[in-house]
């Protein structure tokens, strides 16, 4: 293991990249903190569908 600082420790690991299918707002969320909920567009009444996430390390 290489020094990992805190702040690289906090921004690293998956990633997910979501998509509101009512308004088309995006947002990119920490995949492990999201993985199996529900996100609620912050701007209209639908919902967030995860449309990929990758590895960021
Ligand atoms: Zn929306």
Redesign the pocket.
Known sequence: MVGTSVAEATSAGPAAWWS??????YAELPAEETAGFTIE??????V?IAQWEWDAA
């Open positions: 509101c299918e009512g308004c088309g707002s567009c912050p701007d209209c009444p639908g967030m």
